[in-house]
């Protein structure tokens, strides 16, 4: 592992100088190569699927790890995507003189070697390397263990390539020892690796932000609300409701509370259930709402939970401030969202909701790298520094000051 880790760590300085043009090349290349060997990922894909599904894994987790011809086709589009998208490195973030006519620039530069820890879906893979490449870092990725033959068939897929264009193949790699002992390595090489950025189940969140002396960028659950206050138009607060819970339930910007202002209740809950049954959701509701529509009766625990799945939790409140209180007790800083037509409610929700997105009149399955123009995303990051929100190549790179003199000592 010491000895993978020095390659990784050697590697970050070949590639931190690559040019815009030769990384673009490269990912277009990549890109190509993973349509080219379309057959080969599906096949390998297939033994994940089998034993995913001799494992009893849930169905959302057989959704995220599925790869069939049109998620490799998107996965090779991401790339393209995200090889097409301005140049990060070398940015002049500011520049200015100084009283002792030196000039002074502010300048982006990539960060190093990257760990990104993840579960399930190996499209990351393809997105991860490509955001970080793209960023001029190393990426040492560690996907989950029911998509190891995926992963590795992707990983081998972009070795290949850069290894045809004269670059070590450590600049994208799977950790070779996936174990839980391998991971509790990595993220205490501080050495050799720069930063770690961990998404997946709440456990592996905790277990990384407590044991890692590298540093982290949590990508933390998503416990994401929708509020639908008094003034909102009904057809709308459905439509959104029904998108940001049932389109894909599983994945951590989904909706997993909705708050509805009691003066509404009567006449908007039927509605809702009533478009909700359609798509077979279970739903929690509190006792007030449970007098007004036929469902389960929510526990606070229920309040507490990211269900990644079929099931929604509906909390009635009496005032603006009481459901922003609520997203404050348990929300996680990923993606909130308020519908509403009274603008200075939604300026208010806006400004007052502590979170890595917030939205009016959305849905919150928008909180992605893709929807928001940046390719894919690296993760979602519920952290407040470095990187707030979806992460892409401008938040995988850090800056360094230049400066430039004539001579000049200080007196």
Not at 86 to 92: A, L, S, T
Not at 133 to 146: D, R, T, Y
Not at 179 to 208: C, M, T
Not at 332 to 355: C, K, M, P
Request: proline share 2%.
């Amino acid at each position: 592992m010491e000895n993978f880790l020095k390659k990784a760590k050697e590697s970050s300085s070949i590639i931190g100088v690559l040019s815009s043009s030769q990384k673009k090349n490269i990912l277009n290349n990549m890109a190509d190569s993973l349509e080219e060997n379309v057959e080969l990922i599906i096949n390998e894909n297939s033994k994940d699927m089998s034993a995913a599904k001799e494992a009893n894994l849930s169905s959302a987790m057989v959704d995220r790890l599925l790869l069939d011809k049109k998620r490799v086709e998107s996965m090779a589009k991401s790339l393209r995507e995200i090889a097409a998208l301005k140049e990060p490195v070398g940015r002049v973030i500011e520049g200015w003189w100084t009283d002792d006519n030196i000039r002074i620039e502010k300048v982006s530069v990539p960060i190093g070697v990257i760990g990104v820890i993840y579960e399930s879906r190996p499209n990351v893979t393809a997105d991860v390397a490509a955001l970080c490449f793209k960023s001029g870092n190393v990426a040492i990725l560690k996907g989950g263990k029911e998509a190891e033959n995926s992963n590795r068939a992707i990983a081998k897929i972009l070795q290949n390539v850069l290894e045809s264009n004269s670059l070590p193949k450590e600049i994208i790699s799977l950790l070779p020892d996936s174990s839980r002992e391998g991971v509790n390595y990595l993220i205490k090489q501080d050495s050799y690796v720069d930063l770690i950025v961990p998404r997946g189940g709440e456990a592996l969140i905790k277990h990384v932000s407590a044991n890692a002396t590298v540093p982290v960028v949590k990508h933390d659950k998503g416990l994401c609300h929708t509020y639908i206050e008094k003034s909102a138009d009904f057809d709308m607060a459905i439509k959104i409701a029904i998108n940001a819970k049932c389109q894909r339930p599983g994945v951590c910007n989904a909706m997993e509370t909705l708050i509805v202002d009691s003066q509404i209740a009567k006449e908007f809950l039927p509605k809702l259930k009533e478009a909700f049954d359609k798509y077979n959701t279970e739903l929690r509701v509190d006792s007030r709402a449970l007098d007004i529509i036929d469902a389960k009766e929510a526990t606070d625990e229920d309040f507490d939970t990211e269900y990644l799945a079929n099931i929604l939790s509906i909390k009635l409140v009496d005032s603006f401030e009481e459901a922003i209180e609520h997203i404050s007790r348990y929300g996680s800083g990923h993606s909130e969202a308020i519908i509403t037509q009274n603008y200075t409610l939604a300026e208010s929700f806006l400004n007052r909701v502590d979170a890595a997105t917030v939205y009016v009149n959305a849905s919150t399955r928008f909180t992605d790298g893709g929807a928001f123009g940046f390719g894919a995303e690296v993760g979602i990051s519920t952290n407040k520094l470095h990187a707030r929100g979806p992460m892409g190549i401008n938040e995988l790179t850090t800056y360094k000051y230049k400066i430039y003199g004539t001579g000049q000592i200080r007196g």
